[in-house]
């Protein structure tokens, strides 16, 4: 069974992960990325949390004028976060079947010109090696990039270990 953290907790999982982890990335350095992508911490919030108390928090949250949430298919709210450099986050649970938690965590950052070409395959291969050393033994990482539209879009997948 896995632990229930505080209401106040599971109310504002996505703002945790999104303004304490990715916010410092889009504004700091490229080079400490993988320290700032992902974290452990915002992880286990978000996998304790079953589809309604994840889809009550997007829906509590409170929209700003840059932040949007919508369902997927499966009726998991998907939260969108855009920020003024016109960088977009993505952030959902994905919870197979009856799973009562989410199987796993899908992250998307997705960063327009000029911003994504700080974003070259090395810097992408020291990401994501970052990444995976970040959030091991507790959690495992994949990574995947596309080029998309002049920018560069970076997917993570988060699971339990």
């Given at each position: ?43 286990a919030t978000i996998f304790t949390m079953n ?111």
């Open positions: 069974m896995k632990k229930k953290f505080s209401l106040p907790l599971q109310i504002r999982p996505y703002r945790l992960l999104i303004l304490s982890t990715l916010g410092a990335f889009l504004i700091g350095s490229v080079c400490g990325a993988a320290d700032t992508i992902l974290s452990k911490n915002h992880a589809k309604s108390e994840w889809n009550d928090s997007i829906r509590k949250g409170g929209a700003t004028q840059t932040e949007t949430a919508d369902l997927n298919a499966q009726g998991v709210a998907r939260m969108k976060l855009q920020y003024d450099n016109g960088a977009l986050l993505y952030v959902v649970p994905e919870f197979d079947g009856s799973d009562i938690y989410p199987s796993r965590i899908n992250v998307t950052l997705a960063m327009p010109t000029p911003m994504s070409l700080m974003f070259d395959q090395a810097k992408i291969d020291e990401i994501k090696g970052q990444a995976k050393a970040e959030m091991l033994p507790e959690y495992e990482v994949s990574m995947d990039h596309e080029s998309v539209g002049g920018g560069v879009a970076l997917f993570f997948i988060i699971a339990e270990n």
